[in-house]
């Protein structure tokens, strides 16, 4: 079975009346385990309550995971939601998930993995950064490493994002976050979509997902451009939407799906994900059963 694995953060997301798991690469492996592959979180936890209830929820949504607990808090994010149901958020400094160990049985997983999606906000300190960039090293040259920016806070930097476009082969972006490296790699003024194909000539990428939350989302390859608009729905919370676009994208080019028809199932699993609470709901049987033989 085909492992698909999300390395950095795990935390709980704290909303004002209650929590939810998240974490942008346990919540694209978990939307791409929900195809049928074998997906893994890879992170660190305390050796805490907090800790243990996010094993608890792994356990209960079926997802497997290298997890070490180790002697940090579990991490936190404050959520707040503005009236569009778009999030903000606080994200607690020194946590478990900044010092993520590397360990022999993360190095068998890299070996063996068909895709790997990892961003920025986990390379903030120097142990977790080293662990992720050395998982990617190690991936088979077929696999899919897909680099989903995830700009938080100030939490990154244009070094980390240089040596994280060099490790990967798809980016992961959306549109204000096009606008904010094109500030870092004096691109300014350029439109957006000259912006993307700069990075994807310069850095050798085969593709490039960029998403314009409401508007719709473009797939760029060297050969071709798909854009679809976004669906209109009654939107609970965005939180995860672009986790579940890019696991859902990688789950169908997994399965031999050509880009325009993964690009289409992305966006209509991403929409359905935008009237649900929380980053991992479970979806609908009429898409997880799509692959099925």
Wanted: proline share 4%; aromatic share 10%; hydrophobic share 40%.
């Amino acid at each position: 079975m085909n492992k698909i694995v999300g390395i950095g953060e795990i935390l709980w997301d704290v909303f004002p009346e209650r929590k939810v798991l998240g974490g942008a690469p346990a919540n694209f492996a978990y939307h791409a385990s929900q195809f049928g592959l074998e997906g893994y979180a890879v992170s660190a936890i305390g050796k805490d309550l907090l800790g243990k209830e996010i094993l608890d929820s792994l356990a209960d949504k079926g997802l497997n995971y290298l997890i070490n607990s180790i002697d940090y808090p579990t991490g936190t994010v404050k959520v707040t939601l503005n009236n569009a149901g778009v999030p903000e958020y606080e994200i607690c400094e020194n946590v478990a998930w900044d010092n993520i160990p590397f360990t022999q049985q993360m190095e068998e997983l890299a070996s063996n993995c068909k895709a790997v999606c990892f961003g920025s906000l986990a390379q903030r300190k120097k142990v977790s950064r080293h662990t992720i960039l050395r998982f990617l090293e190690l991936t088979p040259k077929d696999a899919y490493r897909i680099f989903d920016i995830n700009l938080r806070q100030h939490f990154y930097s244009k070094e980390i994002i240089h040596e994280s476009l060099l490790h990967c082969n798809v980016l992961k972006i959306n549109d204000d976050e096009v606008i904010e490296i094109a500030g870092l790699f004096n691109l300014k003024g350029l439109p957006e979509q000259d912006i993307c194909r700069h990075f994807q000539k310069e850095y050798n990428l085969d593709i490039v997902v960029e998403t314009k939350g409401a508007i719709g989302s473009y797939v760029l390859t060297p050969d071709e451009t798909s854009y679809i608009d976004t669906p209109k729905v009654h939107v609970a919370d965005t939180v995860g939407a672009g986790d579940s676009f890019t696991g859902t994208f990688v789950a169908a080019l997994l399965y031999g799906e050509p880009i325009r028809s993964a690009h289409q199932l992305a966006v209509e699993v991403s929409a359905y994900v935008c009237t649900q609470h929380g980053a991992m709901p479970k979806l609908p049987d009429a898409f997880v059963e799509l692959f099925k033989k």
